[in-house]
């Protein structure tokens, strides 16, 4: 079964902290994605990345940064976290190919984050 | 301009009643792809359906079907005797020609026993 893997369901972080989120695909996807996800805000598009040490700013990339060295693997970085960046974080992959890219995209199941 | 809109912000029923989940799109591309996804309270977003600007056919999947329908930029999705498993929030999404979709803010809907 494929497969996005978020490294953790939970997190605590206190402000200030360098926090890494980290996301692993095994479907040999292209295109890697990290959304938030807000009550009434819907998802928001911080990074994406189509491919090894590619990345695109999405929608609202300030105070974010993101890592690809493996095609694999996709990182947000929160370089000193804050209050206002507690949020569910999601990570997505999807084909790249041209003739691919409307597949739509594997999501993983999140990483809630709270920043105290 | 591309968008997604999804007016209803939430719908509650009983269960067994047939609910429909609106979505309106915009976009000049001529061929474009259309999605619906769940996202129940574990949090994790479920595909449940593409569709091609190309292909205007309902599609019927046991209790869900969609209803695709170019002349009002619409791709409404029904749920036929709803069950408390359905559950969720729903979001419609629209592709764009940069690996990117186009979301709607999603319809949180309830089903009550």
């Known amino acids: 079964d494929v497969k996005v893997t978020q490294s953790s369901r939970y997190l605590v972080k206190r402000t200030g902290e360098k926090v890494f989120l980290e996301c692993v695909q095994d479907m040999d996807h292209e295109n890697m994605f990290w959304y938030r996800q807000d009550p009434g805000l819907g998802l928001r598009l911080i990074y994406f990345?189509?491919?090894?040490?590619?990345?695109e700013k999405g929608d609202i990339p300030e105070g974010y940064s993101v890592s690809r060295e493996k095609k694999e693997r996709f990182s947000l970085i929160l370089e000193s976290a804050s209050t206002n960046q507690t949020s569910m974080y999601l990570c997505?992959?999807?084909?790249?190919?041209?003739?691919?890219?409307?597949?739509?995209?594997?999501f993983g199941s999140g990483t809630r984050l709270t920043v105290v | 301009a591309q968008k997604v809109t999804q007016a209803q912000t939430e719908i509650s029923v009983v269960e067994k009643e047939d609910v429909t989940l609106d979505c309106v799109y915009e976009t000049r591309d001529t061929t474009y792809y259309l999605f619906w996804y769940k996202q129940p309270p574990s949090g994790e977003l479920v595909f449940l359906i593409r569709r091609n600007s190309f292909d205007e056919q309902n599609e019927i999947s046991g209790r869900y079907s969609w209803n695709f329908q170019k002349s009002t930029s619409s791709f409404n999705f029904t749920i036929t005797a709803s069950q408390v498993v359905d559950s969720a929030v729903y979001f419609c999404?629209?592709?764009?020609?940069?690996?990117?979709?186009?979301w709607g803010a999603g319809t949180k809907l309830i089903i009550k026993p």
């Open positions: 990345s189509y491919d090894v040490k590619m990345k």
């Open positions: 999404a629209l592709s764009s020609s940069n690996y990117q979709l186009i």
């Open positions: 997505a992959s999807s084909p790249g190919t041209p003739h691919h890219y409307n597949y739509g995209y594997t």
